[in-house]
């Protein structure tokens, strides 16, 4: 294969480069946990009193005494220490959708220069990072720079290793010296309490005597890209913007869906056995692992759990799998759209409520229309997708994810929700006043001896609908890969604690009034599906027809997150998240700002890559490639051989309007903005197009030049060689 110096290098590392050590990994009984200081742990080293205490609040969210903290931090040190810890750290989700840390030193010196160790309940509870850097959305100056984080005894502490030591990170929130939060944890466990009341008080409504608290829970599917190591540190853009912003399409992409569910390349096999180690000794329950739809995609899912956990666990799951790619000579793309014309990645974000008394909420059952509290909970969320969609949409904004939505690869972004054909039939017969369920589930029987028989589900799978119900779970798809689940999560429970208070209030008047439970029932859930059901979709959303369609049922298309964002500043959804306790309105208005600040530098900073290497790498091979034809023609000129010169001119004009494209994108860049919105509409619908003007005559170009004279590694390579 030929290449320029860098693309051949490559090359050659990866055909004959050192291959990452295997190791036999131990038996899962052996690994599961190791690092987790959980109630095992706990309940081995604490006293019978303190680890009741500490098992209270982790179950049912009663505040921690600082004895228990104090008895809590004397243990939890003792554990990170035998496990080689030197340092521990408050792990924090700030806004940016990253994890940050600060490290401390579990030492310090008595006044003879002797080693003592120090850690305890004060320690544990409470950090102060410098915040100052952490974007906050106005709600604190820069010179007033205290930023404070909280232990979260909810999310168990675990020790992250590398080869030269290990770190105790204690999961926590993060908040302003005034106590604004300013991080996606606070409004989550908020969240998940407004939900947990609502929800309450519809149960004990509907006859209930014994009500759990009920808990959200999450199971994230995550995609991601592998690249070879070599190939991304040739290209500034992976490196930079985790995406390619050049690239002409491989002769051979995913047409064949053979990559999809394929044998995994044992490489990739290896890293995926390593990452899942290192998850299980977190504590982390990786379940699934498969090939992807493109090539160099695969996808990992870990068993469901509570939806903080879930997400701190997220979070945790992406820092393992950067790292351990590295290991294994790749980059770990999470990106919602690394490749163009090839399928992008999200992350499913699988939700559903339950407690110990009631369980999952939103398990139909086998009798799903004599399951009045399932409906009532499932009927609570088609009100919330369709009252509050614009903020579904937000919460699966970002500039990355809006490559990917509204292609038809990825649900639209129009929000709507798919129930499947049983549930669906049930909510209209609602609609008419009646409980009717037509569809008999069914057995699947093949005709076949062999071959077992199996009930078939209540409904098929529905993958271009941004919000399908799964048979007991709801999945957003809509999320992009790259996003911390926590927005999601925050949004769904908080349009579900809203609805539910709304039933609440519909079923107490019902109730009072003498109907019946089942009448009461039908009556709300009417009224709820005369107004609201025009949000179920059940059809194709990827369609033109559905986007003609929506537009009839007056549902919002917010086709960038540039018309998605300013929707944050919509009265509803200040009322929404004040009237559930989940974000003041200082708070959600430090939400706009950061997201939209965070949007349009991330786009500003792809155009000023995209000139550097238009400038730097594109526009020298194109002329290095010019002058030889050039040369060429000259010297068969002077020879009287008849040369063709059309690859000249057609090199020299795609040059020439790369270049026109890269100077009118440095203009628009410097542009003046009177206001985020403004600057947010001028990055997608003016310097976007610019962009894709650059790309287009770079990706002809690309197609074109001789190929020892192209700087940067292609599709074919990055994506095929593995
Ligand atoms: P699929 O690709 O068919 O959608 P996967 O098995 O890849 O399914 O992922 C499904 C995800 O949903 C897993 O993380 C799983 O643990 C999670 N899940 C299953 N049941 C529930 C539930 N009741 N609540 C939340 N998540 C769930
Ligand atoms: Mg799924």
Redesign the pocket.
């Known amino acids: 294969m030929s290449g320029n110096y860098a693309r051949l290098e490559a090359v050659q590392q990866i055909v004959n480069g050192k291959k990452a050590k295997t190791k036999m990994t131990k038996p899962l009984s052996k690994i599961w946990a190791t690092d987790v200081f959980n109630l095992a742990k706990m309940e081995e080293m604490l006293s019978k009193k303190a680890f009741k205490s500490i098992k209270k609040t982790i179950k049912t969210g009663e505040p921690v005494d600082m004895a228990t903290a104090d008895a809590v931090a004397a243990a939890m040190k003792e554990w990170a220490i035998s496990k080689g810890a030197k340092f521990f750290s408050h792990i924090f989700y700030p806004l940016t959708g990253a994890t940050a840390e600060k490290h401390d030193g579990f030492i310090i010196a008595d006044s003879d220069g002797n080693m003592i160790t120090d850690f305890n309940g004060d320690l544990l509870v409470k950090g102060e990072p410098d915040g100052s850097s952490f974007p906050n959305g106005g709600l604190r100056q820069t010179n007033a720079a205290r930023g404070y984080t909280l232990w979260d005894p909810t999310s168990p502490a675990y020790i992250m290793h590398t080869d030269n030591g290990a770190t105790l990170c204690i999961p926590s929130t993060f908040m302003s010296w005034k106590g604004h939060s300013l991080d996606k944890k606070i409004p989550l466990l908020r969240s998940n309490k407004a939900m947990n009341e609502a929800a309450t008080k519809v149960l004990k409504l509907m006859g209930e005597k014994e009500v759990a608290p009920l808990n959200?829970?999450?199971?994230?599917?995550q995609e991601y890209f592998l690249v070879d190591a070599n190939f991304a540190a040739a290209r500034p853009d992976l490196l930079l913007a985790g995406r390619t912003l050049f690239g002409k399409p491989p002769a051979k992409g995913q047409e064949f869906d053979d990559h999809y569910f394929g044998a995994i390349p044992e490489r990739v096999q290896n890293f995926m056995q390593d990452v899942e180690d290192q998850l299980y000794r977190l504590g982390i329950?990786a379940?699934?692992h498969?090939n992807e739809v493109a090539p160099a995609q695969f996808?990992v899912?870990?068993?469901?759990?509570a939806a903080n956990v879930?997400s701190d666990h997220q979070q945790l799951l992406m820092t393992v799998f950067r790292h351990t790619a590295k290991r294994h000579g790749f980059v770990c793309l999470f990106h919602e759209k690394p490749f163009a014309g090839i399928n992008g990645s999200g992350k499913?974000v699988?939700?559903?409520v339950?407690n110990s008394t009631q369980g999952?909420l939103?398990?139909p059952g086998s009798t799903p229309a004599e399951n009045l509290n399932f409906l009532l909970f499932c009927g609570a969320v088609i009100r919330g997708v369709h009252k509050y969609g614009p903020l579904l949409r937000i919460a699966a904004s970002s500039a990355g994810n809006d490559h990917r939505l509204g292609a038809n690869e990825a649900p639209p972004a129009i929000m709507s929700t798919y129930l499947g054909e049983r549930i669906e039939g049930i909510f209209n017969s609602i609609k008419e006043g009646k409980l009717d369920d037509a569809s008999e589930a069914g057995i699947i029987d093949l005709g076949l001896s062999q071959i077992p028989t199996y009930e078939k589900d209540a409904g098929d799978?529905n993958r271009t609908s941004p919000f399908a119900f799964?048979?007991?779970?709801f999945?957003f798809r809509a999320v992009g890969s790259e996003m911390s689940v926590s927005g999601p999560l925050i949004v769904m429970n908080t349009i579900l604690a809203d609805s539910l208070n709304w039933i609440a209030d519909k079923l107490e008047a019902q109730l009072s009034s003498g109907a019946d439970k089942t009448a009461a029932v039908i009556a709300v859930l009417k009224e709820l599906m005369e107004a609201h059901g025009a949000a179920v979709f059940g059809g194709d959303g990827y369609s033109k027809e559905w986007h003609e369609e929506a537009e009839k049922r007056g549902l919002i298309n917010l086709p960038t997150s540039a018309d998605a964002y300013p929707y944050l500043k919509d009265e509803s959804i200040k009322e929404l998240f004040e009237s559930t306790g989940v974000l003041t309105a200082e708070e959600l208005a430090s939400r706009f700002e950061v997201y939209s600040e965070i949007y349009t530098m991330k786009i500003e900073v792809e155009a000023k890559l995209m000139i550097d290497i238009a400038k730097t790498q594109i526009y020298p091979a194109a002329t290095r490639y010019m002058n030889d034809l050039a040369n060429t023609a000259a010297n068969m000129s002077d020879l009287g051989v008849d040369f063709d010169s059309s690859t000249l001119n057609k090199v020299a004009e795609l040059t020439n309007d790369m270049m026109t494209a890269v100077n009118k994108l440095a203009e628009q860049l410097d542009a003046e903005h009177d206001s985020a919105e403004a600057h947010m509409q001028h990055c997608a619908k003016t310097m976007l197009p610019t962009m894709a003007e650059i790309r287009a005559a770079a990706d002809a170009l690309e197609a074109e030049v001789a190929d020892d004279l192209w700087p940067l590694p292609t599709y074919q390579e990055m994506l095929n060689i593995k």
Do not use: I, Q, V
């Open positions: 959200s829970s999450c199971g994230a599917e329950p379940k699934t498969h996808e899912a870990p068993y469901f759990e879930a499913h699988n939700w559903s339950g999952n939103l398990d799978r799964t048979g007991n779970r999945e």
